[in-house]
Each structure stands twice: as structure tokens, then as C-alpha cells.
């Protein structure tokens, strides 16, 4: 059933829109149990690589429930602009309830907006530094994607990707893809009383690219990426750097 939903880009994103918009009530208890409780800490990895500074402008795409956002607005401690978008509105209210981490400082905190990834409604140019986390591989276009992401960046600017891991040990890739389909799977369809998310989730993260693949993806939309792994390669994380425009005349 989930393959036939997703034989075409379109049909794709109303899959992953009525996916999200089923699981937003539960989908940090998800994510807890399907990083085996070490997401918090990617996160914090990954804004660590995006070597923000206060005074940047910054957009966490796929914001979800605005974990990675919140992040952010604490380093830029009320300079700068921090943006969240997604285009679930379900999972927005929930990062918007988040009141309680959120930056207090005059002019901190999240602006979150309603905005589909493939089509974010900002100029070229309108960021210092793009993040997603575990959300590339739900884009129905994933070099699309990563190509409008990549061209609100500033010359210099930089995209940081937290996905989902690929280890490269076989055994702990096989023994990772099996706890997401059983134990994971199991455990989601009791949160929310159902199973096919769950499904879709751990099918999505085999299904993936692997890491020489997204580098090279990254590539052609004109970065210079690389590639570390994360907890024994449960996580990847994606650093890639837009060519400034000196060095694309070149």
C-alpha cells in the first residue's frame, strides 16, 4: 500500500502531509525511541557544525515540532533571524507550544511559517545557514530540495543535514533496520494506534541514499559537502559549504 502512495513526487507529499498530521501529538516520543534516545544529542552536534553566530540569519527546514530551531535561537541569543518552517500545520502548533524553551532574550525566539520545502517563499540569498534534520528523505523531490534550500544561502553560506544513520558495519545497519521495523514499529502503533507511519519511517531510512551518494548529490547543487558519522553511524550529518560566487567564476 505505502509503495503504490508513493509512485510519483505528488502523491508523495500528500502522504507524508496526512503521515505527520496522524502522528504530531506523539512524534517526539517517536523520535526518542527510534534514535534510541541519542536525537537530542545529534541535535546539538549539528548546530554545533553550523558554527552559528549571533547576529546570523537562519532557517531550520522540515522544522516539525521545532526541536532543532530552539536550538538555534538560544546560540543566536536574540540576534540575528531564526525562521522554522514546515508545511504541516499539526506539527507547527506543536513546535509553537514549546513555551518553555524558548529564547527570552529581546528579539529571540522562533518566526514559524507555513512553507512547503520545495518552495520556500524567501530571496536568494536570505540565509547564512540552512539546517534540516531527519526530513531529507521525506522530500518528494530530494534535489529540488536540497537545491532551493541551497539557493537562500548566502555566497559562503552553509546547509547542515542531520539524517538518519547508515552504519557502515552490515551487522549494525541489519541489527538498526530491524529494531525500526519490529520494536520501533511496534511501539509507534501503540502511541498513536497505528502501525502504517511506522512502516513508512523505517522503510524510508532503508530505502535512503548513503552518505557518498548525498555527498555527491550536494555537490552538483554547487557545495563543497562532507560526511561524519554519528554514534557509530546511527545518525549522518551533512556539512555542506555554498561555493561563494568568487569561486564559481572559476
Known amino acids: 500500500m505505502i509503495a503504490a502512495e508513493l509512485a510519483a513526487p505528488a502523491e508523495k507529499r500528500q502522504f507524508v502531509h496526512r503521515l505527520f498530521t496522524t502522528i504530531a501529538p506523539r512524534y517526539d516520543w517517536f523520535n526518542r525511541l527510534a534514535s534510541l534516545g541519542l536525537d537530542q544529542r545529534w541535535r546539538r552536534r549539528a548546530v554545533k557544525a553550523s558554527g552559528l553566530t549571533p547576529g546570523m540569519r537562519v532557517l531550520d527546514v522540515c522544522t516539525g515540532t521545532g526541536d532543532l530551531a530552539l536550538r538555534c535561537a538560544r546560540e543566536l541569543n536574540g540576534h540575528g533571524l531564526m525562521v522554522g518552517a514546515d508545511f504541516n500545520e499539526?506539527?507547527?502548533?506543536?513546535?509553537?507550544a514549546k513555551r518553555s524553551i524558548r529564547v527570552h532574550a529581546a528579539g529571540g525566539g522562533v518566526?514559524?511559517?507555513?512553507?512547503?520545502?520545495?518552495?520556500?517563499?524567501?530571496?536568494?540569498?536570505?540565509?547564512?545557514?540552512?539546517?534540516?534534520?531527519?526530513?531529507?528523505?521525506?522530500?518528494?523531490?530530494l534535489q529540488a530540495g536540497l537545491q532551493e534550500m541551497i539557493r537562500l544561502l548566502t555566497s559562503g553560506g552553509r546547509l547542515v543535514i542531520l539524517e538518519t544513520g547508515f552504519p557502515s558495519n552490515p551487522i549494525v545497519?541489519?541489527?538498526?533496520?530491524?529494531?525500526?521495523?519490529?520494536?520501533?514499529?511496534a511501539?509507534?502503533?501503540?502511541?498513536?494506534?497505528?502501525?502504517?507511519?511506522?512502516?513508512y519511517f523505517a522503510q524510508s531510512v532503508r530505502g535512503f541514499l548513503s552518505p557518498p551518494q548525498v555527498v555527491s548529490l550536494l555537490a552538483s547543487c554547487g557545495t563543497k559537502a562532507r560526511y561524519l558519522a554519528l554514534s557509530w553511524g546511527l545518525a549522518s550529518l551533512y556539512i555542506a559549504d555554498k561555493h561563494s560566487a568568487l569561486s564559481t567564476q572559476h
Open 90 to 96: 499539526a506539527m507547527l502548533r506543536g513546535a509553537r
Open 111 to 141: 518566526r514559524w511559517v507555513c512553507a512547503d520545502a520545495q518552495a520556500l517563499p524567501f530571496r536568494s540569498g536570505s540565509f547564512d545557514r540552512v539546517l534540516i534534520g531527519f526530513s531529507t528523505r521525506n522530500l518528494s523531490d
Open 173 to 185: 545497519r541489519a541489527g538498526y533496520w530491524v529494531f525500526l521495523m519490529t520494536l520501533a514499529r
Open 187 to 199: 511501539i509507534g502503533g501503540l502511541l498513536t494506534g497505528r502501525l502504517w507511519p511506522f512502516t
